[in-house]
């Protein structure tokens, strides 16, 4: 066996296209109440361009100079206007890749301490919470949404069998709706919690 065939025995093997992600990476908020815990959601504010209004979590993009953890601190602070002592983080949960958007979201469980309701205005337009046992013992709604491929003029269909006729096959994705009072928790925000509730819950939750 030669030197080059040797060394792929010692590669550390990574996710293909790992790099090219955009990274991002969220806070879940634990406030602690005399039944047990809540969850804390923000509003987005009406002055951000992308989804203004939806419900979501503490969070953003990872700078290159920070890590995932880093980041999930980082904007939690800025959003809800806290010092970094107010934050304790438990843990990293199940990361959430999102293939069509390339997008590499890291999920970090955190208690909030002495929290009273602050946040920033020029991000978010109001803050709720929401029992964490409403999650526990909710399933929620669950509905498929189908991505549709579409190709620039300029991509080589003759370069592949079938051209302009070749069965792409259909992108599904699993979209998961809690509906709490008259707010609904959605989207990724719902396909963060609803992985949350199940590792909370654990193994031998039994439901």
């Given at each position: ?184 928790i959605w989207g990724l925000t719902g396909k963060i919690i ?14």
């Open positions: 066996m030669d030197d080059r065939l040797k060394q792929l025995s010692h590669h550390q093997s990574t996710i293909i296209g790992l790099d090219e992600c955009k990274k991002s990476a969220v806070c879940i908020p634990l406030l602690r109440k005399e039944q047990g815990y809540d969850i804390l959601f923000e509003v987005r504010s009406g002055k951000i361009k992308h989804q203004p209004g939806d419900i979501c979590f503490p969070g953003g993009m990872v700078e290159p100079s920070e890590t995932s953890f880093e980041a999930a601190v980082r904007e939690t602070q800025e959003e809800l206007l806290l010092s970094r002592d107010q934050i304790e983080v438990i843990g990293r949960m199940d990361v959430f890749l999102h293939t069509g958007t390339g997008l590499l979201l890291s999920p970090y469980a955190a208690i909030l301490h002495d929290y009273e309701g602050t946040y920033s205005e020029d991000e978010v337009a109001e803050v709720f919470t929401v029992p964490l046992d409403f999650f526990l013992y909710t399933e929620p709604e669950v509905y498929e949404m189908e991505e549709q491929v579409l190709l620039g003029d300029d991509f080589p269909f003759d370069r592949i069998l079938g051209g302009r006729e070749y069965r792409w096959r259909k992108r599904k994705e699993t979209v998961y709706f809690y509906q709490y009072g008259h707010r609904t609803h992985s949350f509730a199940k590792i909370y819950a654990g193994p031998d939750d039994g439901r």
